[in-house]
């Protein structure tokens, strides 16, 4: 069993940047894979980065290239989220979460674990 929180979330301003945190606890960090999904209100959860393992792989939603950053420091169990550049309809609830494998890394389904999430807003 794995367990995940985040934190970082919070109120920005258009254009400004915010990094979120997510420590894991309960088995080895380093033989998962993790990622950064988001939920705003009344739509669906959608991927926004990937990691595999060991950092050497990362993943992105198109819309965030260039601007976000997902990393890990396997010896914190922690996995980051460096955004910038936020935009207000990137408001939303942001979750990390596990997986046992290192592929479908953009399929939240494929996901075994999730943290309860931290809020996002971003203000015009």
């Known amino acids: 069993q794995v367990q995940l929180v985040e934190s970082g979330g919070g109120l920005v301003q258009a254009g400004g940047s915010l990094r979120l945190s997510c420590v894991a606890s309960?088995?080895?960090?380093?033989?998962?894979?993790m990622g950064w999904f988001r939920q705003a209100p009344g739509k669906e959860r959608e991927f926004v980065a990937a990691?595999?393992?060991?950092?050497?792989?990362?993943y992105y939603a198109d819309s965030m290239k260039g601007r976000f950053t997902i990393s890990r420091d396997n010896a914190k169990n922690t996995v980051y989220l460096q955004m910038n550049s936020l935009k207000p309809e990137e408001t939303a609830v942001y979750y990390c979460a596990a997986r046992d494998y290192n592929d479908y890394l953009r399929h939240s389904q494929k996901y075994d674990y999730w943290g309860q999430g931290t809020q996002v807003t971003v203000s015009s």
């Open positions: 990691i595999n393992w060991n950092g050497a792989n990362t």
């Open positions: 309960g088995r080895t960090f380093s033989s998962y894979a």
